[in-house]
């Protein structure tokens, strides 16, 4: 990601979860500049995760070996240019169909985690975030690199959810509604209101309609 980019301008990955945990209050309150974004640089979780990405990628292609091409990109989504991703790497996946070779681009996320947690936590914890990445991009699958403390690595793969995709649009475009109109969302709002296309705020039901 560029230096000077702004991630008040967009919802990125880590926004997604916050809205999908129903954090939306807050986030709006920084997207909107009423208040500072948490200052991570002295979280050890945050700052070790960043500081042992290019190893993580190097051990994820030694154990694998596939080959991470594209690495620290930035994709924007094609109908809505405020939904972005920033993604640890894209590979190159070579498949073999009816005696053809097929590539296709699939993404990587990189994860240092703790020792007490495994595939299904991480699975679980980082949904929305590998989601939107999928959502945004457009591809078809997630690797998810992962080291739990210094003595356990898996390695994970995650499928696009068509479904979920689905509500989370629905609850991106609704949350950028309440940005771009600087009018505060409720403190918490349940994932499970973007099963339909509209949203009642309480005082006017707001239909959720792609942008043309």
Request: proline share 4%; hydrophobic share 35%.
């Amino acid at each position: 990601m560029k230096k000077d980019f702004d991630r008040k301008q967009g919802i990125g990955g880590s926004d997604a979860t916050r809205l999908y945990k129903g954090d939306w209050y807050e986030l709006w309150q920084e997207k909107t500049g009423e208040i500072e974004g948490a200052n991570l640089s002295d979280v050890l979780p945050v700052q070790m995760g960043i500081h042992t990405e290019d190893f993580n990628i190097r051990w994820f292609e030694k154990q694998t070996g596939l080959k991470v091409d594209g690495k620290q990109e930035t994709f924007f989504h094609n109908k809505y240019p405020y939904m972005y991703a920033h993604v640890d790497g894209i590979i190159v996946e070579e498949n073999q169909e009816f005696g053809q070779t097929i590539k296709e681009k699939v993404l990587l996320e990189c994860k240092h985690t703790n020792a007490f947690s495994n595939p299904k936590k991480v699975a679980d914890n980082y949904k929305a975030q590998l989601q939107h990445y999928l959502m945004v991009t457009g591809y078809p699958k997630i690797y998810v690199s992962m080291f739990f403390g210094n003595m356990k690595y898996e390695v994970m793969e995650v499928t696009e959810d068509k479904e979920f995709q689905d509500q989370l649009e629905n609850a991106e475009i609704l949350f950028w509604h309440f940005v771009e109109k600087k009018k505060a969302p409720p403190d918490y709002i349940a994932f499970d209101n973007f099963n339909s296309k509209e949203f009642s705020d309480g005082e006017t039901i707001i239909p959720i309609i792609p942008r043309k």
